[in-house]
C-alpha cells in the first residue's frame, strides 16, 4: 500500500523542487493550478462519472458516511475550543486544518491504490463533503477570524460556482440521462482528464512553504491529530454502522486521512484567519500524510 502511494507524494516533492529553482518561472505555478481546477479535474470527473456503473459500489451509504464525519469532527473541534490555547484566528486555521481535505491527493492516491474504477468513488466523496465543509469552515472563519469585510456569505455562495462539484453534477447527468453528445465528446474529456491528477500534484508540491512549521508546532499537532487520525476513526466507525465496506470504505477513509487542501489557505486570507499558519499546516500535513495515510489505510481501511 505504501508502495502504490509513493509515486504520488514523490510527484508533490518534485513540483516543490521545481518551485524551488525557478522552473519554469513563479507565474507558471498559479495559472497551472487554475488551470487543473477549472478544466482538467472537472474534465476527469465528467468523463470517469459519465461512464461509471454505481451498481454494487455502496456510493449513497459512503456518501452519507462521508458527510456525517465531516459534521462529527466539525462539532467535536468547536466543542474544544475553548480548551485549545490558540486566538480566534489562529483557532480558524486549526479549524480548517482539522476538517478540509484536499482532493488532488485523494483522486491521485484512490487512483494509484484501485485504478480508475475508483474516480466515480471519489466524485461521490467530493459532493458528500465539499458543501459540508464550507458549510462549518465559511462561518467558523468568519467568526473567529479577524476580518470585518462581511465576505462570508459571498464565499459561501461560491459553493455553487465551484467546478468540482459543477464537474460532478454534470457527469451524473450524463450516467442518468445518456444524452447523445458529439463525436469525440467523451475522447476530449479522457484526454484533457489525464493533465489533470500529475500537473495537479505537482501544483500542490510548488504551494508548500516550509518558513512558518517551528513556530507553529502545537498547531499543526492539534490540527493533524485531528484530520489525519481522529476524522478517519470517525468515517471507519460511520461506515461500519452504515455497512459501506471494500473499496467504498476504503475510498471514505482515503478522503478523511488527507491533508488539508491548499484553498484553505485564501478562505482564511479572505476572512481574517491565520493565513500563515493556515500556510504552516498546509505544509506540515501534507508531510506528515506520507506517513500517516498508509498507516490508516492499514489499520481501519
Known amino acids: 500500500m505504501s508502495a502504490a502511494l509513493l509515486p504520488v507524494f514523490l510527484v508533490i516533492l518534485l513540483g516543490h523542487a521545481l518551485r524551488r529553482f525557478g522552473f519554469p518561472g513563479d507565474t507558471f505555478w498559479m495559472q497551472a493550478e487554475r488551470l487543473t481546477y477549472y478544466l482538467f479535474f472537472p474534465a476527469l470527473l465528467m468523463d470517469k462519472l459519465a ?30 475550543r475553548r480548551k485549545l490555547p490558540f486566538d480566534g484566528p489562529a483557532y480558524s486555521s486549526v479549524f480548517q486544518g482539522g476538517v478540509r481535505m484536499n482532493t488532488y491527493v485523494g483522486l491521485a492516491g484512490a487512483a494509484a491504490l484501485f485504478g ?27 467568526r473567529f477570524g479577524g476580518a470585518t469585510n462581511g465576505r462570508g456569505l459571498g464565499v459561501l455562495l461560491e459553493l455553487g460556482k465551484n467546478p468540482l462539484i459543477l464537474g460532478c453534477i454534470a457527469g451524473f447527468a450524463m450516467n442518468v ?15 484533457l482528464g489525464r493533465a489533470a491528477l500529475p500537473l495537479g500534484l505537482l501544483a500542490v508540491g510548488a504551494g508548500l512553504e516550509f518558513g512558518e512549521l517551528r513556530r507553529n508546532l502545537l498547531a499543526l499537532a492539534t490540527s493533524s491529530a485531528a484530520k489525519l487520525v481522529i476524522f478517519p476513526i470517525i468515517t471507519a466507525t460511520a461506515c461500519a454502522l452504515l455497512d459501506v465496506t471494500g473499496t467504498a470504505r476504503a475510498t471514505a477513509i482515503i478522503f478523511t486521512a488527507l491533508p488539508t487542501a491548499s484553498s484553505s489557505y ?11 499558519l493556515m500556510a504552516a499546516i498546509i505544509t506540515g500535513q501534507t508531510i506528515i500524510s506520507a506517513a500517516t495515510l498508509p498507516v490508516m489505510l492499514a489499520l481501519i481501511g
Request: glycine share 8%.
Open 266 to 276: 485564501i478562505l482564511a486570507r479572505q476572512l481574517g484567519g491565520d493565513a500563515p
Open 116 to 142: 480508475d474504477a475508483a474516480l466515480p468513488l471519489c466524485a461521490v466523496a467530493m459532493v458528500a463533503m465539499i458543501p459540508v465543509n464550507n458549510l462549518f469552515c465559511v462561518p467558523v472563519v468568519s
Open 51 to 80: 461512464t461509471a456503473d454505481f451498481s454494487g459500489l455502496g456510493a449513497m451509504r459512503m456518501g452519507l458516511a462521508l458527510a456525517a464525519s465531516v459534521a462529527a469532527i466539525s462539532v467535536l473541534l468547536l466543542i474544544i
Open 177 to 191: 440521462l445518456n444524452p447523445p453528445l458529439p463525436a469525440g465528446a467523451l475522447d476530449s474529456l479522457t484526454v
